[in-house]
Protein backbone atom coordinates (compact mmCIF):
# COMPACT_ATOMS: atom_id res chain seq x y z
CA UNK A 1 0.00 0.00 0.00
CA UNK A 2 1.79 3.37 -1.16
CA UNK A 3 1.81 6.26 1.93
CA UNK A 4 -0.72 9.39 1.58
CA UNK A 5 2.22 11.40 2.23
CA UNK A 6 5.04 12.59 0.77
CA UNK A 7 8.48 13.94 2.10
CA UNK A 8 9.50 17.39 1.34
CA UNK A 9 12.56 19.25 2.48
CA UNK A 10 11.97 21.95 4.34
CA UNK A 11 14.85 24.09 2.57
CA UNK A 12 15.35 22.50 -0.85
CA UNK A 13 13.67 20.40 -3.70
CA UNK A 14 14.23 17.12 -2.49
CA UNK A 15 11.16 15.45 -2.19
CA UNK A 16 11.04 11.14 -1.47
CA UNK A 17 8.41 8.92 -1.19
CA UNK A 18 6.22 8.52 2.03
CA UNK A 19 7.66 4.41 2.51
CA UNK A 20 11.07 5.19 3.45
CA UNK A 21 12.53 5.60 6.73
CA UNK A 22 13.57 9.38 6.57
CA UNK A 23 16.49 11.21 8.09
CA UNK A 24 17.35 14.79 7.34
CA UNK A 25 17.64 15.80 3.47
CA UNK A 26 20.63 13.80 1.90
CA UNK A 27 20.90 16.84 -0.58
CA UNK A 28 21.41 20.20 2.08
CA UNK A 29 21.02 18.49 5.22
CA UNK A 30 18.09 20.17 6.59
CA UNK A 31 15.15 18.65 7.88
CA UNK A 32 12.98 16.98 5.93
CA UNK A 33 8.72 17.59 6.25
CA UNK A 34 6.08 15.31 6.10
CA UNK A 35 3.20 16.67 3.34
CA UNK A 36 -0.02 14.96 2.49
CA UNK A 37 -1.17 16.50 -0.56
CA UNK A 38 -4.46 17.17 -1.50
CA UNK A 39 -6.14 14.93 1.09
CA UNK A 40 -9.42 16.11 2.19
CA UNK A 41 -10.20 14.49 6.17
CA UNK A 42 -13.26 15.43 8.07
CA UNK A 43 -13.58 16.40 11.34
CA UNK A 44 -16.24 14.18 11.47
CA UNK A 45 -14.06 11.21 11.11
CA UNK A 46 -11.94 11.83 14.35
CA UNK A 47 -11.93 8.56 16.32
CA UNK A 48 -10.33 7.67 19.87
CA UNK A 49 -9.17 9.47 22.87
CA UNK A 50 -5.18 9.14 22.03
CA UNK A 51 -3.63 11.66 19.58
CA UNK A 52 -4.16 8.74 17.32
CA UNK A 53 -7.81 10.25 16.83
CA UNK A 54 -6.29 12.57 14.10
CA UNK A 55 -4.49 9.43 12.44
CA UNK A 56 -6.00 10.28 9.08
CA UNK A 57 -3.72 13.62 9.21
CA UNK A 58 -0.75 11.20 10.38
CA UNK A 59 2.24 9.14 8.69
CA UNK A 60 0.05 6.08 9.74
CA UNK A 61 -1.49 3.75 6.82
CA UNK A 62 -4.78 2.84 7.13
CA UNK A 63 -5.60 -0.41 9.60
CA UNK A 64 -2.05 0.34 10.71
CA UNK A 65 -1.86 -0.06 14.50
CA UNK A 66 0.60 2.60 16.10
CA UNK A 67 2.80 1.97 18.57
CA UNK A 68 0.75 4.10 21.67
CA UNK A 69 0.43 4.21 25.38
CA UNK A 70 -2.17 6.79 25.59
CA UNK A 71 -0.19 9.59 24.84
CA UNK A 72 -2.30 13.06 24.07
CA UNK A 73 -5.80 14.50 24.55
CA UNK A 74 -4.24 16.68 27.70
CA UNK A 75 -6.70 19.24 29.39
CA UNK A 76 -6.40 22.54 28.63
CA UNK A 77 -7.32 24.49 31.65
CA UNK A 78 -8.39 27.82 31.79
CA UNK A 79 -7.15 29.80 34.68
CA UNK A 80 -8.92 32.84 35.99
CA UNK A 81 -6.47 33.84 38.81
CA UNK A 82 -3.84 33.52 36.14
CA UNK A 83 -5.37 35.77 33.83
CA UNK A 84 -6.03 38.16 36.66
CA UNK A 85 -2.60 38.50 37.96
CA UNK A 86 -0.79 38.95 34.29
CA UNK A 87 -3.63 41.27 33.53
CA UNK A 88 -5.12 39.22 30.27
CA UNK A 89 -8.18 38.64 29.52
CA UNK A 90 -8.23 34.93 29.33
CA UNK A 91 -5.69 32.32 30.12
CA UNK A 92 -5.42 28.44 29.71
CA UNK A 93 -2.76 26.05 30.51
CA UNK A 94 -2.14 22.95 28.10
CA UNK A 95 -0.41 20.29 31.07
CA UNK A 96 1.54 18.12 28.40
CA UNK A 97 2.27 16.47 31.91
CA UNK A 98 -0.54 14.19 31.36
CA UNK A 99 1.22 12.05 28.95
CA UNK A 100 3.17 8.72 29.65
CA UNK A 101 6.49 9.78 31.06
CA UNK A 102 5.06 12.73 32.00
CA UNK A 103 6.36 14.87 28.88
CA UNK A 104 5.11 15.99 25.62
CA UNK A 105 7.95 14.34 23.93
CA UNK A 106 5.49 11.29 24.24
CA UNK A 107 3.26 12.76 21.06
CA UNK A 108 6.75 13.00 18.88
CA UNK A 109 7.91 9.64 19.98
CA UNK A 110 4.69 7.66 19.50
CA UNK A 111 5.07 8.55 15.71
CA UNK A 112 8.52 8.07 15.14
CA UNK A 113 8.86 4.70 17.02
CA UNK A 114 5.55 3.80 14.77
CA UNK A 115 7.28 4.68 11.51
CA UNK A 116 10.61 3.00 12.49
CA UNK A 117 9.09 -0.14 13.63
CA UNK A 118 7.43 -0.61 10.46
CA UNK A 119 10.65 -0.22 8.66
CA UNK A 120 12.11 -2.90 10.69
CA UNK A 121 14.58 -0.52 11.76
CA UNK A 122 17.30 -2.92 14.77
CA UNK A 123 16.74 -0.68 17.64
CA UNK A 124 16.58 2.96 18.37
CA UNK A 125 18.91 5.82 19.98
CA UNK A 126 18.50 9.29 21.34
CA UNK A 127 19.95 12.14 22.60
CA UNK A 128 18.76 13.78 25.15
CA UNK A 129 18.05 16.49 27.99
CA UNK A 130 16.04 14.15 29.64
CA UNK A 131 12.41 14.29 29.27
CA UNK A 132 13.15 12.63 25.24
CA UNK A 133 15.43 10.20 26.21
CA UNK A 134 12.52 8.72 28.77
CA UNK A 135 9.86 9.00 26.40
CA UNK A 136 11.75 7.48 23.56
CA UNK A 137 12.64 4.21 26.38
CA UNK A 138 8.91 3.73 26.69
CA UNK A 139 7.62 3.33 23.00
CA UNK A 140 10.93 1.06 22.48
CA UNK A 141 9.36 -0.92 25.06
CA UNK A 142 6.09 -1.09 23.53
CA UNK A 143 7.69 -1.81 20.14
CA UNK A 144 10.06 -4.23 21.90
CA UNK A 145 13.02 -2.39 19.99
CA UNK A 146 16.03 -2.09 22.10
CA UNK A 147 17.41 1.26 22.85
CA UNK A 148 20.29 3.44 23.85
CA UNK A 149 20.07 7.01 25.31
CA UNK A 150 22.52 9.74 25.21
CA UNK A 151 22.41 12.42 28.29
CA UNK A 152 24.40 15.11 30.03
CA UNK A 153 25.33 13.85 33.46
CA UNK A 154 23.59 16.83 34.81
CA UNK A 155 20.06 15.65 33.40
CA UNK A 156 17.66 15.39 36.77
CA UNK A 157 18.17 11.93 38.31
CA UNK A 158 14.59 11.29 38.51
CA UNK A 159 14.94 11.56 34.66
CA UNK A 160 17.72 8.80 34.51
CA UNK A 161 15.99 6.72 36.70
CA UNK A 162 12.95 6.64 34.62
CA UNK A 163 15.24 5.49 31.34
CA UNK A 164 17.17 2.92 32.92
CA UNK A 165 13.79 1.35 34.61
CA UNK A 166 12.27 1.17 31.12
CA UNK A 167 14.99 -0.76 30.35
CA UNK A 168 16.82 1.37 28.08
CA UNK A 169 20.88 1.58 28.09
CA UNK A 170 21.59 5.04 29.42
CA UNK A 171 25.11 6.86 28.66
CA UNK A 172 25.98 9.99 30.88
CA UNK A 173 27.89 12.28 28.85
CA UNK A 174 29.81 15.76 29.86
CA UNK A 175 28.76 18.74 28.77
CA UNK A 176 25.11 19.27 27.15
CA UNK A 177 22.43 17.61 24.36
CA UNK A 178 25.13 18.47 21.81
CA UNK A 179 28.02 16.71 22.98
CA UNK A 180 25.39 13.50 23.44
CA UNK A 181 24.45 14.17 19.97
CA UNK A 182 27.65 13.35 18.44
CA UNK A 183 28.10 10.36 20.96
CA UNK A 184 24.57 9.37 19.58
CA UNK A 185 25.39 10.29 15.81
CA UNK A 186 28.35 7.80 16.27
CA UNK A 187 26.68 5.07 17.44
CA UNK A 188 23.81 4.92 14.97
CA UNK A 189 26.42 4.87 12.34
CA UNK A 190 28.03 1.75 13.42
CA UNK A 191 25.27 0.21 15.21
CA UNK A 192 22.04 0.78 12.15
CA UNK A 193 19.89 2.28 15.40
CA UNK A 194 17.38 4.50 14.30
CA UNK A 195 18.54 8.16 15.56
CA UNK A 196 15.31 9.85 16.60
CA UNK A 197 16.89 13.28 17.25
CA UNK A 198 15.23 16.37 17.07
CA UNK A 199 14.34 17.24 13.38
CA UNK A 200 16.90 14.65 12.55
CA UNK A 201 13.76 12.45 11.37
CA UNK A 202 10.35 14.38 9.88
CA UNK A 203 7.96 12.42 12.40
CA UNK A 204 8.61 13.48 15.94
CA UNK A 205 6.86 16.88 13.94
CA UNK A 206 3.93 15.25 13.16
CA UNK A 207 3.28 14.08 16.92
CA UNK A 208 3.57 16.88 17.93
CA UNK A 209 1.72 19.08 15.77
CA UNK A 210 -1.20 16.67 17.27
CA UNK A 211 -1.52 19.57 20.36
CA UNK A 212 -2.31 22.24 17.70
CA UNK A 213 -4.90 19.95 16.61
CA UNK A 214 -6.15 19.65 20.14
CA UNK A 215 -6.06 23.20 20.79
CA UNK A 216 -8.82 23.81 18.54
CA UNK A 217 -11.00 21.05 18.78
CA UNK A 218 -10.90 21.48 22.25
CA UNK A 219 -11.63 25.14 22.13
CA UNK A 220 -14.60 24.43 19.45
CA UNK A 221 -12.78 24.78 16.28
CA UNK A 222 -11.56 28.05 16.92
CA UNK A 223 -7.71 28.83 17.25
CA UNK A 224 -6.31 31.53 20.73
CA UNK A 225 -4.73 34.68 19.78
CA UNK A 226 -1.12 33.83 21.48
CA UNK A 227 0.37 30.65 22.57
CA UNK A 228 3.60 30.53 24.08
CA UNK A 229 6.09 27.48 24.06
CA UNK A 230 8.94 27.39 25.95
CA UNK A 231 11.24 26.32 22.93
CA UNK A 232 14.16 24.03 22.99
CA UNK A 233 14.70 21.90 19.71
CA UNK A 234 11.62 23.63 18.64
CA UNK A 235 9.82 20.19 17.53
CA UNK A 236 6.18 21.49 19.08
CA UNK A 237 6.73 24.97 17.65
CA UNK A 238 7.06 24.06 14.05
CA UNK A 239 4.52 21.43 14.06
CA UNK A 240 1.42 23.77 15.80
CA UNK A 241 2.56 26.21 13.00
CA UNK A 242 2.91 23.34 9.95
CA UNK A 243 -0.63 21.94 11.60
CA UNK A 244 -2.32 25.07 11.40
CA UNK A 245 -1.72 26.03 7.66
CA UNK A 246 -2.97 22.28 7.11
CA UNK A 247 -6.37 22.69 9.17
CA UNK A 248 -6.93 25.77 7.42
CA UNK A 249 -6.32 24.07 4.13
CA UNK A 250 -8.10 20.88 5.18
CA UNK A 251 -11.46 23.61 6.08
CA UNK A 252 -11.36 22.70 9.48
CA UNK A 253 -10.79 26.81 10.58
CA UNK A 254 -12.47 29.28 9.32
CA UNK A 255 -10.88 30.22 6.47
CA UNK A 256 -10.41 34.27 7.31
CA UNK A 257 -10.05 33.26 10.80
CA UNK A 258 -6.35 34.75 12.25
CA UNK A 259 -3.93 31.99 13.05
CA UNK A 260 -2.30 32.69 16.57
CA UNK A 261 0.89 34.87 17.62
CA UNK A 262 3.69 31.73 18.29
CA UNK A 263 6.08 33.04 21.33
CA UNK A 264 9.14 31.68 21.96
CA UNK A 265 10.17 31.10 25.34
CA UNK A 266 13.62 30.42 26.82
CA UNK A 267 16.08 31.07 29.41
CA UNK A 268 18.70 34.01 29.87
CA UNK A 269 21.76 31.08 30.36
CA UNK A 270 20.12 29.68 26.87
CA UNK A 271 18.61 31.89 24.68
CA UNK A 272 19.43 30.99 20.96
CA UNK A 273 16.07 31.52 18.76
CA UNK A 274 15.84 34.80 21.68
CA UNK A 275 18.82 35.95 19.78
CA UNK A 276 18.14 35.35 16.13
CA UNK A 277 14.97 36.88 16.53
CA UNK A 278 15.87 40.30 17.95
CA UNK A 279 18.62 40.60 15.25
CA UNK A 280 15.94 39.90 12.62
CA UNK A 281 18.13 36.34 11.49
CA UNK A 282 16.95 33.31 9.51
CA UNK A 283 19.23 31.24 11.13
CA UNK A 284 20.66 31.24 14.86
CA UNK A 285 24.62 31.34 15.84
CA UNK A 286 24.86 28.42 18.53
CA UNK A 287 25.08 30.14 22.11
CA UNK A 288 27.82 29.02 24.39
CA UNK A 289 28.02 27.47 27.85
CA UNK A 290 24.37 27.00 27.73
CA UNK A 291 22.92 26.82 31.32
CA UNK A 292 19.37 26.69 32.95
CA UNK A 293 17.62 24.30 35.61
CA UNK A 294 14.86 24.11 32.66
CA UNK A 295 16.91 21.62 31.39
CA UNK A 296 14.45 21.01 28.27
CA UNK A 297 15.56 24.06 27.29
CA UNK A 298 19.30 23.78 27.41
CA UNK A 299 19.51 23.18 23.74
CA UNK A 300 22.37 25.81 22.11
CA UNK A 301 21.80 25.01 18.22
CA UNK A 302 18.39 23.44 17.48
CA UNK A 303 18.47 22.22 13.88
CA UNK A 304 15.47 23.58 13.00
CA UNK A 305 15.96 27.09 13.57
CA UNK A 306 15.27 28.66 10.43
CA UNK A 307 12.05 26.68 10.81
CA UNK A 308 11.17 28.37 14.07
CA UNK A 309 12.24 31.79 13.07
CA UNK A 310 10.47 31.17 9.98
CA UNK A 311 7.22 30.56 12.21
CA UNK A 312 8.08 33.38 14.27
CA UNK A 313 8.04 36.01 11.52
CA UNK A 314 4.90 34.45 9.56
CA UNK A 315 2.58 34.91 12.81
CA UNK A 316 4.07 38.00 13.76
CA UNK A 317 5.11 36.35 16.89
CA UNK A 318 8.06 37.33 19.40
CA UNK A 319 10.26 35.72 21.26
CA UNK A 320 12.16 36.73 25.06
CA UNK A 321 14.22 35.20 27.46
CA UNK A 322 13.57 35.45 31.66
CA UNK A 323 16.27 34.90 33.97
CA UNK A 324 16.25 31.45 36.51
CA UNK A 325 14.72 33.09 39.93
CA UNK A 326 12.12 34.34 37.54
CA UNK A 327 11.26 30.75 36.07
CA UNK A 328 11.53 29.75 39.64
CA UNK A 329 9.22 32.21 40.66
CA UNK A 330 6.59 31.49 37.88
CA UNK A 331 7.13 27.12 38.39
CA UNK A 332 5.99 27.96 42.06
CA UNK A 333 3.06 30.79 40.84
CA UNK A 334 1.54 28.51 37.66
CA UNK A 335 1.82 25.10 40.58
CA UNK A 336 -0.15 27.55 43.39
CA UNK A 337 -2.39 29.01 41.23
CA UNK A 338 -3.69 25.85 39.32
CA UNK A 339 -2.65 22.98 41.20
CA UNK A 340 -0.66 21.88 37.95
CA UNK A 341 2.53 20.43 39.41
CA UNK A 342 4.32 22.43 36.62
CA UNK A 343 8.14 21.89 35.48
CA UNK A 344 10.30 24.87 35.35
CA UNK A 345 9.53 24.68 31.59
CA UNK A 346 6.35 25.55 32.24
CA UNK A 347 7.33 28.33 34.52
CA UNK A 348 9.42 29.72 31.88
CA UNK A 349 6.67 29.82 29.42
CA UNK A 350 4.45 31.90 32.22
CA UNK A 351 7.37 34.49 33.48
CA UNK A 352 7.57 35.31 29.33
CA UNK A 353 4.11 35.73 29.18
CA UNK A 354 3.80 37.73 32.38
CA UNK A 355 7.06 39.78 31.15
CA UNK A 356 5.47 40.38 27.51
CA UNK A 357 2.61 41.82 28.64
CA UNK A 358 4.23 44.19 31.06
CA UNK A 359 5.96 45.43 27.84
CA UNK A 360 2.82 45.98 25.97
CA UNK A 361 4.15 42.86 23.10
CA UNK A 362 1.37 41.58 23.90
CA UNK A 363 -2.27 42.78 24.27
CA UNK A 364 -3.99 42.80 27.70
CA UNK A 365 -7.66 41.69 25.63
CA UNK A 366 -5.42 38.51 24.11
CA UNK A 367 -6.94 34.87 24.51
CA UNK A 368 -3.68 33.10 25.60
CA UNK A 369 -2.32 29.50 25.39
CA UNK A 370 0.33 28.56 27.67
CA UNK A 371 2.26 25.32 27.98
CA UNK A 372 3.21 23.27 30.61
CA UNK A 373 5.23 20.72 29.39
CA UNK A 374 6.22 18.63 31.82
CA UNK A 375 6.15 17.26 35.09
CA UNK A 376 7.72 19.29 38.50
CA UNK A 377 7.68 15.81 39.77
CA UNK A 378 10.41 14.54 37.02
CA UNK A 379 13.21 17.57 38.47
CA UNK A 380 12.84 16.99 42.20
CA UNK A 381 15.74 14.41 43.37
C1 LIG B 1 11.97 18.89 25.24
C2 LIG B 1 11.28 19.80 26.17
C3 LIG B 1 11.00 21.13 25.82
C4 LIG B 1 11.39 21.71 24.49
O1 LIG B 1 10.62 21.13 23.47
P1 LIG B 1 10.95 21.37 21.92
O2 LIG B 1 9.72 21.01 21.20
O3 LIG B 1 12.10 20.49 21.59
O4 LIG B 1 11.32 22.81 21.78
C5 LIG B 1 10.29 21.90 26.73
N1 LIG B 1 9.89 21.42 27.92
C6 LIG B 1 10.15 20.15 28.30
C7 LIG B 1 9.69 19.68 29.64
C8 LIG B 1 10.85 19.30 27.44
O5 LIG B 1 11.10 18.03 27.82
Not at 43 to 59: F, I, K, N, Q, T
Not at 193 to 208: A, C, H, N, Q
Request: with cysteine; glycine share 10%.
Amino acid sequence: MSAHWTLHCSACDYTADGDTLATVCPKCGQPLLVEYGDIRPSRESLDGWSMWRYSWVLPLHEREKPVSLGEGGTPLLESPRLARELGVRRLWIKDEALNPTASFKARGMSAAVTRALAQGVPGLVVPTAGNAGAAMAAYAAAAGLPARVFAPETTPKTILDTIRALGATLVTVPGHIGDAGKQARAFAAESGFFDVSTLREPYRIEGKKTMGLELAEQLGWRLPDVVVYPTGGGTGLIGMWKVFAEMRRWGWLDRDAALPRMIVAQAEGCAPMVRAFAAHADRATPWENPSTHASGLRVPGPLGDRLILRALYESRGDAAAVSEDDIRRDTATLAHATGVDAAPEGGCALAVTRKLVAEGRVAPDAEIVVFNTGSGASYRA
